[in-house]
Structure formats: structure tokens, C-alpha cells
């Protein structure tokens, strides 16, 4: 049978990182078996949905890569994909009144202060809270009839079948069983007429040929229910796959310590879509080797479930920085700079730097300032485009983000780029380096502009000055050109300034050579 698996959000708030990695295994699964990927839009509570929640998700999620196969926006076989669109469409009436009349449902008329006594009730006798019968479990037709004519409200609850054990087989998990008298009975349709999750989800999932119900352990607890429905139904079972939470490195639960939670600041803060997806993948799951820079095709290939694994998943921030170097560092060239210039003109990127207030900066640094960064980044999207292209490549090998080209990219594009003072202090002081700003201003001119070439100068007036290293020679050159002790290679980024802008950056080294 072939693998349909469904993200199912409910668009309540912001995709956070915990989603994203619940989607995205769906995803590699789906693609590892030539399976199907659907988006279902569980909006069922009226209350919590939130539209502009909607529209983050879908768009986070195009951003990330991850793709649909069937769902609200591109419609597929089981169309409508949204379920308030589903419960208009008499969908889950028709389904209740399979329930209902098997008696694996009952109409329950308690007010809700009646529902508050018994909570209270059972909180006093130290027993398990929830509806466990009260009397429209039992109660007679001729009672439910009654009520029904005097109009009162109701909802419709599920029967779980008491004295008996309910097993739920987990594929990460295994056999986990339930004593059935532990299991409250939920509400299915509300008062309003609107199913719950727990129904419309599971419906929804049989209708739609489900094969794996994957999703948050923080569902465990409901999945007794999930299972009752099913053999309610007399339907096949789907496979259950309950993945571990996400915690921070140190063990935990994941917060805004341990780095942005939602998806969209990592796109802000210049993580690549891809990075991000390798990153979040390994989250719980381990392709069964060593393996952990992995492109997309390694990703889905390798990608079983087999590989779930049982304990929490760790969010490494340091990981994630490294796996986004190695996937900035495979650009293209001819791809880079559309990437960076694409990043910076993205509207949220702008938005969140324009917003941008650290929380807790690294002590003994500056705080980072997010217009600052801006402005850096804008320097690349306003310049020269070819002068742009051969300047990036050259960033490429140091960089952690696409932010990180703003900063590294500066001093290209100044014509008297901010010194570093102690650099200046320390090299500029020295006897030889005036004498070899100067020549080097009289040289630049007459030599060619290429990297050969300065880099054969460079080494001739170390033999001139009879240098036994080339630092003493570099070093106050690269703080001349640059204003920075660190940086892309001296001779390359001598060949891309070019004499015009040496120039004047070694008449400023040369006044500050006092
Ligand atoms: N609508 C549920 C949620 O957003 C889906 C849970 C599931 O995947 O079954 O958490």
C-alpha cells in the first residue's frame, strides 16, 4: 500500500521549529516511498483560528522546501482540505450518525456547571478528572428524547468501552496499553455543531487513505481514543508514530533560550532553507550512519522510519550554524549572489532586522543592532552587480549566514573603511611600514591587477626589506585595505579592490603612520 501521510496544523499561532520537523519527516517519508504528502487545515475552533496564522504556514513552509501533494491550496481527491469547509459539506454528520446509532456515541446534556461540579467533585475524591458517565452515558431514549424536546443543548461524546484494555502499537513506542477506565470520554461534536479534533481528525484520516498517523508525543494520551474510534468504526488502523519532543541542548523543554522558535526568523537570521531542513531532520531521527551535512536527494533516500529515535530530540544552535556554513559554502557561484541578494530583499528579512532587539547579547561584545545589519546587507544589494559577484565568493568560505556576507562584505564597499584601532596601534607604528605603504602606493599603478601579481610584489618587498616572514609585509597591508586584521585572502581581495580603490585607502594608512 502506498505511504499518504498529512500534516494536519491547526492555524492558531506561529510555525514554530517543533512543526516544522513534524512536517518535514512526513515529507521525507512520503518522498523516500513515492508516497503522498497532503496539508490538511484542522480549523475546526473557531475561536483560536487565526487567518494570517493560516497563511504563515503555508508560506514557512514553501519557503522550507516541504511540498504538498494534495491540499487546500492545489485541491487533490479528497478536496475540500479544510475541515470548517468538510463539516459544511455534512461530512462528519453523516459520520456521527454511524456512531450514534452503534452506540459508540451518546448525546450528553450537562450544563456546564454541572460538568464544573464533577470536575470539583472528582478533584476532592483524588480520582481522575473527565467525563467518565454521568448520567447521559446511560441514560435511556426516552430520557435523551425529553431533553432534545426541551431544547436543551448538547453535545455528542464517545462510548470508550470500560473493563477492558485498550492497546495502542506504536512504531517508535511499541505496545503501550490503557486500562479503559482510565480513558474519559471525549467530546466528539460540540454543542455547536462543530467536531473536534479528535473526531474530525480521525475521520478525516480514514477518508483520506492515512497510512501513518504521525505526529507530536503530546498526543500520546489522546491515541487510546484515536484507536477506540477506529474499531468503533470497524476501519483499519493507520500505523502510529508518536516522535519525542524537541528540548534545547540542555535537556530542556525548547524556548527562545536555545534560539528562535519560530521557523521564519531562521530564514530572517540567514539560515538556508536547506540547512534549516538537514538540520531538523536529524532531530530525532538518524539516517544510521555518521552522516549529518546531507543534501536533499541524501535526505529523502536515506530517510526510514526505522531511524526514529525513542528519546527526546536535541536542538544544537552550534550544529545548526555549522551545517549552514557547509551548505553556504556549496553555492554555486553563479547561484550566490541571487541567493544573498534574494535574502536581502526579502520583506520579513527587512521587517525582523528593522525589529530587531537582543535579547541577551554575548557578553564582552556589542550588541548586535538590527539596522545595522541592514544597512550592511543594502550595501550589497546597491552596489556594482559585477563588483558584488566577485566579492562574495570570497566570503563564502568564513561565513556562518547569509547576514554574516553584510559584515564581511563592508570594507569592499566603503572607500575609507572604520580601522581597527588596536590593529592600527600595533602595525602602523612599525619602522618599515611607511616606507612600504608608500611603495606600494607607487606600485599598484604599474603592475598588473591580478592576484599573480600582487602576490609576487608582496613577496619582492620581503625580500627587499630581508623579512624572514611575509606578516610583517601583509598584515599592515590588509589593515590598509581592509580597516580589519581578518579577512578573504590578501591577494585576492587586492585583485578585486583594484589600484583606484587601494589607492586611496593606502593615502589614508599613510597619514596614520605618525
Ligand atoms: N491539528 C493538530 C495540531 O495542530 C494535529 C495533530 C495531528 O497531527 O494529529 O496539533
Redesign the pocket.
Known amino acids: 500500500m502506498s505511504v499518504r501521510v498529512r500534516f494536519?496544523?491547526?492555524p492558531t499561532g506561529l510555525l514554530h521549529v517543533g512543526a516544522l520537523r513534524d512536517a518535514l519527516h512526513k515529507f521525507l517519508l512520503a518522498r523516500h516511498s513515492g508516497g503522498t504528502n497532503i496539508l490538511r487545515i484542522?480549523d475546526t475552533d473557531r475561536t483560536r483560528y487565526n487567518a494570517d496564522s493560516e497563511k504563515e504556514f503555508i508560506e514557512t513552509l514553501h519557503w522550507a522546501g516541504i511540498d504538498f501533494d494534495e491540499g487546500p491550496h492545489i485541491g487533490g481527491p479528497h478536496a475540500p482540505y479544510r475541515q470548517s469547509v468538510r463539516k459544511e459539506k455534512g461530512i462528519y454528520a453523516e459520520w456521527i450518525q454511524v456512531l450514534l446509532s452503534k452506540g459508540f456515541a451518546y448525546k450528553a446534556f450537562d450544563t456546564p456547571e454541572e460538568l464544573a461540579a464533577m470536575r470539583e467533585q472528582q478533584t476532592a475524591n483524588k480520582v481522575n478528572t473527565g467525563y467518565f458517565g454521568g448520567i447521559w452515558r446511560d441514560a435511556t431514549p426516552s430520557q435523551v428524547a425529553e431533553a432534545e424536546a426541551a431544547g436543551k443543548t448538547y453535545v455528542i461524546r464517545q462510548r470508550i468501552p470500560r473493563d477492558t484494555t485498550i492497546v495502542v502499537e506504536d512504531l517508535i513506542r511499541g505496545r503501550i496499553e490503557w486500562d479503559s477506565n482510565t480513558v474519559d470520554d471525549p467530546v466528539l461534536i460540540k454543542t455547536d455543531g462543530m467536531p473536534t479534533?479528535h473526531f474530525a481528525?480521525m475521520v478525516d484520516d480514514h477518508i483520506m487513505g492515512i497510512t501513518h498517523?504521525m505526529?507530536g508525543e503530546e498526543?500520546i494520551s489522546s491515541a487510546p481514543k484515536h484507536v477506540c474510534l477506529f474499531e468503533a468504526f470497524g476501519w483499519d488502523k493507520p500505523v502510529f508514530v508518536h516522535c519525542p519532543v524537541i528540548v534545547g541542548n540542555d535537556g530542556k523543554k525548547l524556548s527562545k533560550r536555545h534560539g528562535a522558535t519560530r521557523v521564519l526568523d531562521y530564514k530572517a537570521q540567514g539560515y538556508l532553507p536547506h540547512a534549516l531542513k538537514n538540520f531538523i531532520a536529524l532531530i530525532g531521527w538518524s539516517p544510521g550512519d555518521e552522516r549529518e551535512a546531507m543534501t536533499e536527494a541524501e535526505l529523502i533516500e536515506a530517510f526510514d522510519l526505522s531511524g526514529m529515535q525513542p528519546s527526546p530530540g536535541k536542538f544544537d544552535i552550534d550544529k545548526l550554524k555549522w551545517i549552514n556554513g557547509i551548505h553556504i559554502r556549496g553555492v554555486s557561484a553563479s547561484e550566490l549572489v541571487s541567493v544573498v541578494l534574494q535574502y536581502v530583499c526579502d520583506e520579513y528579512v527587512r521587517e525582523y532586522w528593522t525589529n530587531f532587539v537582543e535579547e541577551s547579547p554575548m557578553p564582552g561584545k556589542a550588541p548586535i543592532v538590527g539596522t545595522d545589519v541592514l544597512a550592511k546587507l543594502d550595501k550589497i544589494a546597491s552596489a556594482d552587480s559585477a563588483y558584488v559577484a566577485s566579492i562574495l565568493p570570497m566570503l563564502q568560505e568564513r561565513v556562518v549566514t547569509l547576514a554574516d556576507f553584510g559584515d564581511g562584505a563592508e570594507f569592499f564597499f566603503d572607500d575609507l573603511p572604520s580601522m581597527d584601532q588596536k590593529a592600527v596601534d600595533k602595525w602602523f607604528k612599525q619602522e618599515h611600514v611607511r616606507g612600504l605603504f608608500s611603495r606600494l602606493l607607487a606600485d599598484i599603478g604599474r603592475v598588473p591587477c591580478s592576484v599573480e601579481s600582487y602576490d609576487a610584489l608582496l613577496k619582492q618587498y620581503q625580500v627587499d626589506l630581508s623579512l624572514e616572514k611575509l606578516g610583517p609585509i601583509v598584515h599592515p597591508v590588509r589593515v590598509a585595505l581592509t580597516g580589519k586584521t581578518a579577512g578573504p585572502g590578501l591577494f585576492e581581495l587586492m585583485a578585486v579592490l583594484g589600484p583606484d580603490r587601494m589607492k586611496v585607502r593606502l593615502e589614508r594608512a599613510l597619514e596614520l603612520c605618525v
Open positions: 494536519a496544523p491547526s484542522e479534533y481528525a498517523i505526529r498526543w
